[in-house]
Antibody
């Protein structure tokens, strides 16, 4: 069974930084395309970043481009999201999710809450 | 970027009734790139349908999907108590993935 466990969420001031981690198990991690999807309180889902299995291809939503960096450590079966220059509108639950070759978000973590507030 | 617009925003129905949810795209989406998810409070989304109409593992056959081009539909033939939730459509168009804003199916 695939398990994805996010960590690293918390309260941060505007302009601050935070690094989220996603520990993966039960899958061939180095072959898995990974993504981050977020959900602001009471709002809908927003895809924010993608990384290929090798880590050589990355994509970002315009809303986070230049501020967030996705990365992975295949030896540690871990996915990361470095978030800089955080804004109030970045407040959300952040999910890591696998991207299936049949073109859907497959397995999801339980989510990590990031709150940006002074 | 393709924008997905879901309607209605909220659907108030009783158990046993039929639910019809719409997802309209701002430009044509390949059927293979259109997905539906269900989300309950405090939970991560759950895959329902992929390729516009293929049910995911363990999804009951009361859930069905149809459509092509810019108009897609999720139908729940007879609502069960556990079906009251928020439903999202999502499209894939590398390098961008977008979701609709969601339709809440609530108990009338």
């Amino acid at each position: 069974e695939v398990q994805l466990v996010e960590s690293g969420g918390g309260l941060v001031q505007p302009g601050g930084s935070l690094r989220l981690s996603c520990a993966a198990s039960g899958l061939s991690f180095s072959s898995s395309e990974m993504t981050w999807v977020r959900q602001a309180p009471g709002k809908g889902l927003e895809w924010i970043s993608y990384i290929s299995g090798s880590g050589t291809i990355v994509y970002y939503a315009d809303s986070v481009k230049g501020r967030f960096t996705i990365s992975r450590d295949n030896a540690e079966n871990s996915l990361y999201l470095q978030m800089n220059s955080l804004r109030a509108e970045d407040t959300a639950v952040y999910y890591c999710a696998t991207w299936h070759w049949l073109l859907y978000f497959d397995s999801w973590g339980q989510g990590a809450l990031v709150t940006v507030s002074s | 970027e393709i924008v997905l617009t879901q309607s209605p925003g909220t659907l108030s129905l009783s158990p046993g009734e039929r639910a019809t949810l719409s997802c309209r795209a701002s430009q044509s989406v390949a059927s293979s790139h259109l997905v539906w998810y269900q989300q309950k409070p405090g939970q991560a989304p759950r895959l329902l349908l992929y390729g516009a109409s293929s049910r995911a593992t363990d999804i009951p056959n009361r859930f069905s999907g149809s459509g092509s081009g810019t108009d897609f539909t999720l139908t729940i033939s007879r609502l069960e108590p556990e079906d009251f939730a928020v439903y999202y459509c999502q499209q894939y168009g590398r390098p961008s993935w977008t979701f609709g804003q969601g339709t809440k199916v609530e108990i009338k």
